[in-house]
């Protein structure tokens, strides 16, 4: 029952812009990996079919869109061990913060995580309290090895201007398939534009995709609106909008959990607990 009142009191004084932020954080990993992955598998499928027939033309592209399927794979193994750490940092600091201000309820679960932060005393009980005290001590060591919430503000400040040039560049393939999009319905729509049907095309070297002497390399008129209609088209320009706002979700959460974590050091900076908690 003691461990039950722990959790339940512990819950009391969660984080929930920690909380939020971590559920953001995997909804948009998880968006962003899934549909990104296939999204690339999608696009290599149609460069093959319709852009281009020599091999050695987008063997390069293939190759990099391989290496980015890997890069994919530990991304979202890194987001997830790194977000459940910034979820711990966050109930940490979260708990030090509230007992300082006294609107957090001194628990056995509190004093563990909030004793290495704030110097606070140990929890006493007797002997017949052995397995709350096991908790306390776990809590304790946890408390010990996130002690440093500066260390954590650096990491997710880097770790967010890196994400910033992730989600610029998953913009990018947006571009290109909208651009593509846009041509098709010009091309369905003739009477709408004055360019002969004829010189619409998408060019697949434009965008730095194939080389300049990858052929055909551009696909025109009715064979590039037919191509438009293609599940595969759509699908795959469908999963890299979704990759794109997976990618806004995760900069989001990264932001939030930034915001919280340097909210939290500086209160317990300007409370005298030293860079080192």
Known sequence: SSLLECCARCLVGAPFASLVATGLCFFGVAL???????????????????????????????NVIHAFQYVIYGTASFFFLYGALLLAEGFY???????????????????????????????????????????????????????????????????TVVWLLVFACSAVPVYIYFN????????????????????????????????????????????????????EFQMTFHLFIAAFVGAAATLVSLLTFMIAATYNFAVLKLMGRGTKF
């Not at 696009?43 to 020599?54: A, M």
């Not at 080389?211 to 055909?216: L, V």
Request: hydrophobic residues 30%; aromatic residues 10%.
């Open 32 to 62: 962003f990996c899934g549909c990104g992955h296939e999204a690339l598998t999608g696009t290599e499928k149609l460069i093959e079919t319709y852009f281009s027939k020599n091999y050695q033309d987008y063997e390069y592209l293939i």
């Open 93 to 159: 600091t979260t708990g030090a913060v509230r007992q300082i201000f006294g609107d957090y309820k001194t628990t056995i679960c509190g004093k563990g995580l909030s004793a290495t932060v704030t110097g606070g005393q140990k929890g006493r009980g007797s002997r017949g309290q052995h397995q709350a005290h096991s908790l306390e001590r776990v809590c304790h060591c946890l408390g010990k090895w996130l002690g440093h919430p500066d260390k954590f503000v650096g990491i997710t400040y880097a770790l």
């Open 180 to 231: 593509t999009w846009t041509t098709c319905q010009s091309i369905a729509a003739p009477s709408k534009t004055s360019a002969s049907i004829g010189t619409l095309c998408a060019d697949a070297r434009m965008y730095g995709v194939l080389p300049w002497n990858a052929f055909p390399g551009k696909v025109c008129g009715s064979n590039l609106l037919s191509i438009c209609k293609t599940a």
